[in-house]
């Protein structure tokens, strides 16, 4: 089966039709989509301030610099590499050449704790063999351990924050929940344009259901179950890391 494609217009299109100001078949005018778009990423910033995270998965590939150990991540201020915020790391590897050839060695996820508490040589470069995420409000950084000793090509593949929203912007790998989420928000958001919307105590509450699911889960996570998030532990050998 064919993935539907979903964008931010056919998300602003959606909540149009949900408060009854579009009916099935109608186009928007320019100013249902450029007030959409607006509202949308108003209600971005504003997720962004209550730790409400609108989060997709994706792969981020950059180059590794020679003897740098941290890299900063984010599309808001000036970046190492230029992308959205990283929630949650799900695999890290980096590529190594040979005689025409690609090794791919992985790297091993640790968190900040097991870094720092680990006996470490610095400076120490050579292939890396560790990688740990620091999130920070305005960028997420991930640091590998020891330095690479070359540029080699590295791949994450992460969990991201969605930061702000372009016209016509690709939504297809947005959770579904989190799709219908934005829908409810950006309708409820509408009702001061087009005062005359058709928001009833249903639409209140499926709003307010979303809210609180999303409000109370105690991770950021891509089903939004709060009582089994989805954060499996990585495993971490003590050996491996002071044998360096």
Known sequence: MAQIVKTTNELIINALYLLGELGVGETPDAFMLSSGLEILNE?????????????????????????????????????DVTNNRIVDLSFANYTVPSAGQGIIYPLQ?????????????????????????????????????????????????????ITSLTADEDLTTIPPFYYGFLKYCLARKFLSYYPSGNWNDAAETEYQDYYSIIKNANETDLTIRPSAILSRPEPFYWQNILAY
């Open 43 to 79: 209600l971005l910033a504003k997720f962004d301030s209550d730790s409400i995270y609108i989060p997709y998965l994706t792969e981020i590939s950059f180059n590794l610099v020679s003897g740098q150990q941290t890299y900063s991540i984010s599309d808001m201020i000036a970046s």
């Open 109 to 161: 996820i640790i968190n900040k704790a097991q870094y720092y508490g680990v006996t470490r040589l610095l400076p120490l470069d050579t292939r890396p063999g560790f990688i740990f995420l620091d999130k920070q409000p305005q960028q997420s950084f991930v640091t590998l351990y020891p330095a690479p000793d070359q540029p080699y090509p590295c791949l994450l593949g992460c969990k991201v924050m």
